[in-house]
């Protein structure tokens, strides 16, 4: 699952996905210092983790992981080929969601490609584009469905219907996720892959004097645009993550006390964004491996095992499930059976975030 780093030109695009990936993308004073899409994968913060490998014994831990793109800036004008444009929206197109930066930060050193400091005039930059983009997109789908429909395709009508109700939402200025569809409905959707349809995550980039205070008035409208359409917003130092990315555990905890802060912002935005995709953990534990397996939000028990080995989907029997507060509280699978915490779930188990699992299967 991939999700692309957007924002207009010098917001801390680079800055935010170097912290990320320690990927070492350039980041420079002035418009497309990023071209070509740059790629990390980053782990998901994860403390059951480190309590089942010392529990267990485990010689190894695997967390889950996302990816991040850093993608280029957008202008305004992108739709119609502008500044980077064309480049922009494609790369955009491959990502599943997308974290908007946003600046809301003063610095007469940092250069703005609007000459001003405006989130919610850089926000609304962004998101037309993006709309601009979906309307010609789906004029041209809606056209050929409708035509199709006429002809007595109910397939097609069908189609036509849901793109024209889209297309109407976008050309009031509204992004195609807030048109409310059946589950019908957005199956067929997803086959229009439209940009505003993607999930969206804002990151309003602050100054590092400015964190722990309270929010400054950048924030706040940006948060209350972000309230209408549905979307978060975590408030974030790209600067001083970037510094917190390259010192050692315990100087990375002593600035962090010196700032007020319990953790890195870079955790919140991982543990957010991986939410933002609809993704949870479920976790395997043993002597050779603790591990955090991702899946989708409502996988069946079978689907949930497919992620470790296709044979465990194909041959799955059944799924030993315990809770992972249960048995980090009794201490052993065994002790937690004497309880009568460990649960045989079937097929139709709906694997829930936190599950430890044993899976029974045959082949």
Not at 25 to 42: D, S
Not at 171 to 200: D, H, M, W, Y
Not at 275 to 303: D, F, H, N, V
Request: hydrophobic content about 40%; overall charge negative.
């Amino acid at each position: 699952m991939k999700l692309g780093v957007v924002g207009l030109p010098n917001v801390g695009k680079s800055t935010l996905f170097n912290a990320l990936t320690k990927a070492g993308a350039q980041a420079a004073n002035y418009p497309f210092c990023t071209i070509e899409p740059n790629a990390g994968i980053v782990p998901v913060p994860d403390e059951r983790l480190a309590v089942l490998t010392r529990l267990y014994d485990s010689a190894k831990t695997t967390p889950a992981t996302i990816e991040f793109v850093d993608i280029a800036g957008l202008v305004r004008g992108a739709s119609k080929g502008e500044g980077l444009g064309n480049k922009f929206l494609s790369h955009i197109r491959e990502v599943d969601a997308i974290v908007h930066v946003v600046r809301c930060f003063e610095d007469e050193n940092i250069t703005h490609v609007e000459g001003s400091i405006d989130p919610l005039r850089d926000m609304e930059t962004i998101n037309l584009e993006l709309i601009y983009a979906d309307i010609e997109s789906i004029e041209r789908r809606a056209a050929r469905s409708r035509k199709a429909g006429q002809a007595g395709d109910a397939a097609a009508k069908a189609e036509a219907d849901v793109a024209e109700r889209i297309l109407e939402a976008l050309n009031k200025g509204l992004p195609a996720r807030s048109v409310p569809l059946s589950e019908e409905e957005r199956a067929i959707a997803q086959g229009f892959f439209l940009l505003t349809t993607k999930p969206v995550l804002y990151a309003a980039n602050i100054a590092e004097g400015e964190l722990g205070r309270e929010e400054n008035e950048m924030v706040a409208k940006l948060r209350a645009a972000a309230k209408a359409e549905n979307a978060g917003v975590l408030v974030i130092s790209a600067r001083v993550e970037e510094e917190l990315s390259e010192l050692s555990d315990e100087e990375r905890l002593e600035f962090l006390q010196t700032l007020g802060l319990e953790a890195p912002g870079l955790d919140r935005l991982i543990t957010q964004s991986y939410a933002l995709l609809g993704l949870i953990s479920y976790l395997t534990a043993g002597p050779k491996e603790s591990r955090a397996w991702t899946i989708q939000r409502g996988m069946t028990a079978p689907q949930a095992a497919g992620k470790i080995h296709s044979d465990f989907e194909r041959g799955f029997i059944r799924a030993e499930i315990v809770r992972y507060d249960d048995l980090i509280a009794h201490g052993s699978m065994a002790a937690c059976k004497e309880k009568g915490l460990v649960r045989s779930e079937g097929k139709e188990y709906i694997v829930q975030d936190g599950d430890v699992v044993l899976f029974r299967f045959n082949v």
